[in-house]
């Protein structure tokens, strides 16, 4: 009863936690869907506000100056007939007062005629008869302008014509008409109500627009995020390929290029553990063999007892060996806030270190030799950094010929400080050199036993040389050598 009590919550909290994460993702799709939407709507509604308004300026403006257009040339005409019948001087002409009066009607407004004197002789209006005008557009024709004034929001357009006497030189008179734009308000609103129906016909057609589009835009991110699920419950399965926008197509390369890293570091990391097994069961495999013989024979001769126990105390040290180097990896595999920088002169630290190593060197008849191009002195730790020149060069005399040499070069510039280790021994074969640094990895794996070798020296060393910021190259031939260049800033910064 309790336990299937507790199995039952349990997948009552399973199935709530599932359902939370899947609302959780719904409503990341909505933000996305909503910002694709809002982008959207933004850059279509803001263009088609302008466009609309543009449009709605230049038709009213193109209206205004069509109907100025026409009201001048009709204008014209009328003062041309005012003109030849010489109604400035005689205005009783029946004629013209009739087409003064109907221009007057056409236009819904009024037409005032003023002589040369200034005096109002025709007032459709009859307001200012008989009255002065001297007004600036008066004033302006009997100068021979013609005048138009018109500003947006008056209600009515004003024309000022000279009237020519007979010999078309003297301005003898002055007409002027005010025509009503009433006819032009009325289509400039329905020119307005058309265009605001539009905008509610675009819009709407952008509200669905966009809708659509951002549906279609979220869809491959969708199945990028199924693809990621999916690779969530096996980290290491298929890759994704998810190429609708170069964006989508770019995060499933940038995931599948991840995807492949880490491939690589989990077949890394199988490999190390398989070598990490093997490296520490052969030492205790032999010491159980040397043992077991041992205790195989009841008499056993003191000299065959002592090479047993030579042989296993050996295999410890080989053990033991194999356990500081590994305990050294994980050291350096942690921050590098624990090296312990101090300034050193790295002249002193590689003569040091050579020093010890030149009885090995002796037993090979290998030559060790220093080159100091010029004095060093940079910031790096000074047991870390002696183990990883020692490294390089106690492989540079294991592994090399006897009778040989061993060159180790000092030199530096404003920045960094350069170590090459050089030697004319065996070399390392062309498909074998990007393994070197991999931890157990071993060219000659019986020459690298029979050397003393764990396979862990120069992944120390890398690890050592990355943890001061710098850098480690090899140059290698098959029997003609190797060397191995290392570039270590002068000054380190964590």
């Keep these: 009863m309790i336990r299937s009590m507790y199995i039952r919550n349990g997948a009552l909290a399973i199935f709530s936690k599932d359902k939370k994460n899947k609302e959780q993702k719904q409503n990341r799709f909505k933000s996305l869907r909503l910002a694709w939407f ?34 001048q040339n009709q204008w014209m005409i009328v003062a041309n007939q005012v003109s030849k019948s010489g109604y400035v001087d005689n205005p009783q002409n029946e004629v013209i007062d009739s087409e003064l009066e109907q221009m007057a009607r056409l236009q819904d407004g009024r037409v005032i005629v003023v002589n040369k004197s200034f005096r109002t002789i025709k007032d459709t209006y009859e307001i200012d008869k008989d009255k002065y005008n001297i007004s600036e557009a008066v004033l302006q024709c009997f100068s021979g302008e013609t005048k138009v004034n018109y500003k947006q929001g008056d209600r009515y357009l004003d024309f000022a014509q000279p009237i020519y006497g007979a010999d078309n030189t003297e301005v003898v008179g002055v007409m002027l008409l005010s025509s009503s734009t009433s006819s032009l308000d009325e289509l400039a609103e329905k020119l307005e109500v058309r265009i605001r129906l539009l905008e509610m016909i675009e819009f709407a057609i952008i509200i669905v627009l966009s809708a659509v ?170 047991t870390k950094f002696t183990l990883a020149v020692s490294n390089l060069v106690e492989n540079a005399i294991k592994y090399n010929n006897r009778d040989g040499w061993v060159k180790v070069s000092l030199n530096a510039d404003h920045k960094f400080f350069y170590v090459k280790v050089a030697d004319n021994g065996i070399g390392i074969p062309p498909d074998a050199q990007e393994h070197v640094f991999e931890r157990f990895y071993r060219v000659d ?26 850098a480690i190259k090899l140059y290698s031939r098959e029997n003609e050598g190797t060397t191995f260049t290392v570039r270590v800033p002068l000054i380190y910064i964590a």
């Design 445 to 470: 794996k019986a020459r690298s036993r029979e050397a003393g070798g764990t396979g862990l020296g120069l992944a120390i060393t890398k690890s050592i040389i990355y943890s001061h910021h710098g």
């Design 213 to 382: 589009l951002s549906s279609l835009m979220v869809r491959p991110f969708k199945r990028i995020a199924a693809s990621l699920n999916h690779a969530a419950e096996d980290p290491l399965g298929e890759e994704i390929k998810v190429g609708s926008f170069v964006e989508t197509r770019r995060v499933s390369e940038a995931y599948n290029k991840t995807l492949k890293q880490l491939k690589r570091l989990d077949e890394s990391r199988q490999q190390f553990v398989s070598n990490v097994s093997h490296e520490l069961k052969t030492p205790i495999t032999s010491i159980r063999v040397l043992a077991d013989s041992l205790m195989s024979q009841e008499e056993v001769p003191v000299e065959l007892y002592r090479e047993f126990m030579g042989d296993i105390s050996e295999e410890i040290d080989r053990e033991s060996q194999i356990i500081e180097d590994l305990l050294s990896l994980v050291r350096l595999d942690k921050s590098s806030t624990e090296l312990n920088i101090t300034q050193m002169n790295v002249n002193e630290l590689l003569e040091g270190t050579l020093k010890r190593l030149r009885p090995i060197a002796r037993q090979k008849n290998v030559d060790l030799v220093l080159e100091s191009f010029r004095p060093v002195v940079a910031e790096v730790d000074k």
């Design 38 to 71: 809002a982008t959207l709507m933004l850059f279509g509604t803001v263009p088609m506000f302008i466009v609309n308004h543009v449009i709605y300026v230049t038709s009213t403006a193109n209206e205004v100056q069509s109907r100025i257009a026409r009201i």
